[in-house]
């Protein structure tokens, strides 16, 4: 965990109604990659992958070729959100504000065309919003190289942290600044690709994105 | 991977010497928090956490009753950087401009107090730079409270992708904008803690720190 030693305030929850389940989805959908856990000859892999979510359901992409993507095996794919730098008066309690999300489950390939379309929309869509519909789609090429899987969210758990340090009474009259670092993803105006041809602009759900720079 | 279909382009080294070596230290002192892979009844789970380097050795800890940090597995520890979205002239090339490193071995469970103490610093220091020495350190209870691994860097790989889209030179002639959208990772102002009972400012290594807000 960020930090083992304050697992106690980690909220854990199998998720299976209302409330929960709908944090589960905004963290997924605030994510832009996630960590892909899976196990080859007995050894652990973590490979950074994209995802994309439709409804309860993740979808996970990768070349036909690639080993670590070979559906029938147990996956485990966490995306983390960092929010803060949490320093505290001790070494003992610096930790870190944050929200991950663990699914666990075995991928199922996904064989349907049209789902395989709607699961690479979904992954595209998340990395990028708006491109879906503004580029050229795949063609059967790109399709046929192109492996699809779909993770049920059914088991899943999130855990949160937020809030100041958590010290120990006895610290708080050491004369120690305390407090948190707040962390952001920002987005950066966008970058034209010098090889475009064409005099265009950056287009609007591009520029929307904007937060930084 | 990030994009699996553009595995290609992607470097992938085992880092033996130099430059690669250098690359590798430079990406994992830039990260704040790293996933860890490891198999626990066969399935694989990966736990955001901290970390620390130390020459070539990564430190990981947690407390003694995590069971995700019992010595003698193997794990798989990646950190992902993340530099831009790639926005292609097709959905298929869309990818992330990104850097992470993998790395695999089975840590060894550090018992010297001296390591052990200089592990510890080593993640708070990664975690909040120059938080060390401005708080209590951790005292016996602390210290027994928590285990701490080292694994080696021998074992490694580095992955890189940077520029613009890698398009189908037939997709050039399409009227569609194609560039990168930079992502960065900024800290905040610090925010102190509500209970703080001395009028104390944030110190300068914490506002040295502040890239954003």
Redesign the interface.
Known sequence: ?????E?TRLRRAKHKAGTDRAELHDLLDEG??C?????VD?????????YGRIGDTLYL???TG?R??QAGG?????V?L?D??V??????H?S?N?R?A?V?GTPRLVTDEQERWDG??AI?EQ??PG??D?????NAK?MA??RVLALSLEEASVKVRTG??N?EES????????????????????????????D????EH?LA??T??
């Open positions: 965990m960020l930090s083992t030693t697992r832009l990659v960590h892909l856990g899976v196990v007995g050894s652990p892999r973590v490979l950074p992958t994209g992409h990768g070349s690639a670590s993507l147990e996956v485990c794919v966490t983390t960092l803060g730098i320093m505290a008066r001790s070494g003992f610096h870190v944050h991950s663990m666990f690479l929309r595209t990395l990028a491109q879906w503004a580029v050229r789609p795949p790109e190289a192109t100041p340090p010290d610290d708080h009259a050491t004369p120690v600044w305390a407090g948190v670092q707040p962390v952001r993803t920002v987005f950066d105006p966008p970058v034209t690709d010098p090889a475009l041809i064409h265009l602009p950056a287009p591009v994105r904007v930084g720079g």
